[in-house]
């Protein structure tokens, strides 16, 4: 549970450092379209914006590189049955469709496998 929280956190950490270097990115262009800054400026606002979407990318890589395995590994083991809203895995259910009792979501187990079947492919499975 303390991992889930850290990871979250690292996500939110990497989208927040993420979405500002994107903005200063686009703040410099707009800066420049209306006349408001010199090109020269635009270039080094643009670069600094670009280091700092980069930085932010990190955070998520290493939260990606931590949770793929994992759901890669509930994928295989438990036949596609994963929630794709929330993540719960849907074992012990008999019935179809299945029910997450965690959000409350209803798929039928061709439909998971239909959304799953893509994502089987590019996601390692590490048990």
Known sequence: MEDD?????????????????????????????????????LVWIAIGGVA????GAIPYRTALRRSF?????DLFQFECCVCPN??????????????????????????LKDIWTPFIAIIPARS
Do not use: M, Q
Request: charge should be neutral; glycine fraction near 12%.
């Open 5 to 41: 929280v850290r990871l979250a956190n690292l996500l939110r950490f990497g989208a927040f450092i993420h979405g500002a270097g994107r903005l200063a990115v686009i703040g410099a262009f707009l800066s420049y379209w209306f006349d408001a800054i010199t090109s020269d400026a």
């Open 52 to 55: 700092v979407s980069l930085i």
């Open 69 to 73: 395995p994992k759901l890669g590994r």
């Open 86 to 111: 929330c993540g719960y895995i849907l074992r012990g259910e008999s019935r179809d469709p299945l029910e997450c009792s965690e959000c409350g979501e209803s798929y039928s187990r061709a439909e």
